[in-house]
């Protein structure tokens, strides 16, 4: 829908003051000129922008000219043919609560930051007393996030500088999706825009989520246990996702244990709140669905489940986040009683876990007997 002349007039009137409208500030940059004739020519999205209430300024993500090829190319249409529903769910989750500067994304723990997205679609969570904190409003941070930080998908990334000073990072959205972001620092009278080379992708469920992000054997193992319901109905999870190479590593319990075993084995694996990496602290201990302590171990900005190391932080679903881990989570009360206790780092080691010790010991309450023998025997 073409953006109304008195919409657009407002917007651009409001540019007379000391800083700028949305509209004039981005009309400034030739490589924003799609999201600019976007803007313009879309009602909602000015609206949105335009006629928000809340009293905390807002960082816009606004995606790049290249952004827009990329929607077009992966879906077969462009963004212009979403309905004015997925078009204003979309646009909300680019549009995250605060003024934040590349200052805010220096942090290298990276940062959670909540968008206008709401509605239980999309944002089956609240904003736990952490991220709450964080804002003098406590409710504008229920809305779904966004992580950002430097090197999400490897540790070899560093934190760069583009030229003129234009710091790069990631923005992780829903489906493991990271989009490049480049701290324009831009100001508007609403607050700053910050630029990405993709259109954030929206979360889904937790069964969609581990499903697309690979983790095939976690999926046969929840989908054995017959705890998906609960995952994907329930507000406020985080799930610890071993990766396939971790389930082979562990003789594959996803096919050899019984039902009940695996059951319990995977709820281990899930927590009934949301646990972002960058508010885990080193010796917090959480329990997980079974009410199993969970030490978290965070050593030199790599975090630990117990054995687990973190390999993919964040991957942000619509009630909550999974955390790809590098092996099958073993229990406190195992570790402790075998060998391989002195692997798991305390809250004051230096050293990070070993990879050393048997994976299959990882199950509470369940006697392996000869399956743990022919176990030992198979990886002579």
């Known amino acids: 829908m073409q953006l109304s002349s008195t919409l657009l007039y407002l917007s651009c009137a409001l540019g007379t003051g000391a800083q700028a409208s949305f509209y004039a500030a981005i009309s400034q940059y030739s ?6 004739s976007f803007y ?26 290249d952004a827009f090829a990329k929607y077009e190319r992966d879906n077969g249409y462009s963004i212009t043919a979403l309905s004015t529903t997925e078009l204003t769910s979309l646009i909300q989750y680019h549009v995250l609560v605060g003024r934040l500067s590349s200052a805010n994304f220096s942090e290298s723990r990276g940062l959670t930051a909540p968008s206008l997205l709401v509605g239980e ?13 964080n804002f003098s409003d406590p409710a504008s941070a229920n809305g779904q996030v966004v992580f950002i930080q430097s090197g999400l998908q490897s540790s070899s990334k560093k934190f760069r500088v583009r030229g003129a000073g ?26 700053m825009f910050q630029m990405i080379d993709q259109f954030l992708t929206l979360p889904e469920h937790c069964s969609t989520t581990i499903r697309n992000s690979g983790l095939s054997s976690f999926d046969s193992a929840i989908t054995r246990a017959g705890i998906w319901d609960d995952l994907d109905d ?6 610890i996702g071993p990766t396939d190479a971790a389930f082979a590593n562990a ?3 996803e096919n050899n244990l019984n039902n009940s075993a695996l059951e319990s084995a995977m709820k281990m694996h899930t927590f009934p709140q949301v646990l ?9 201990v959480y ?38 881990v590098d092996k099958v989570m073993s229990s406190l009360e195992d570790l402790s009683a075998s060998t391989s206790a002195s692997a798991v780092p305390s809250p004051t080691s230096t050293g990070a876990p070993s990879k050393s010790g048997a994976a299959i010991l990882a199950f509470p309450d369940v006697k392996l007997g000869l399956f743990v023998l022919l176990a030992f025997v198979l990886t002579l």
């Not at 313009?40 to 606004?62: D, G, M, Q, Y």
């Not at 990072?169 to 831009?186: H, I, M, P, Q």
């Not at 972002?276 to 917090?284: A, K, P």
């Open 166 to 191: 234009l710091q790069s990072l990631e923005v992780r959205s829903g489906l493991s999706s990271d989009a490049n972001l480049t701290a324009l620092d831009g100001i508007w009278d609403g607050g």
């Open 234 to 239: 329930s507000a406020n999870y985080t799930c």
């Open 251 to 253: 003789q594959h319990p």
């Open 40 to 65: 313009e020519n879309n009602f909602p999205l000015a609206s949105l922008l335009l006629t928000n209430s809340s009293t905390e300024p807002h960082t816009i993500l606004v995606p790049n000219n």
């Open 276 to 284: 972002y990496t960058n508010f885990l602290e080193d010796g917090q």
């Open 121 to 133: 679609q999309y944002n089956n969570r609240s904003a736990g007393a952490a991220l709450s904190a």
């Open 287 to 324: 329990l997980s669905d079974n009410e199993l302590k969970i030490r978290v171990t965070v050593k030199e900005g790599e975090v630990w489940f117990n054995d687990a190391k973190v390999v993919s932080p964040n991957v942000i679903t619509n009630n909550g986040v999974v955390h790809v």
């Open 31 to 36: 490589q924003l000129s799609n999201f600019t």
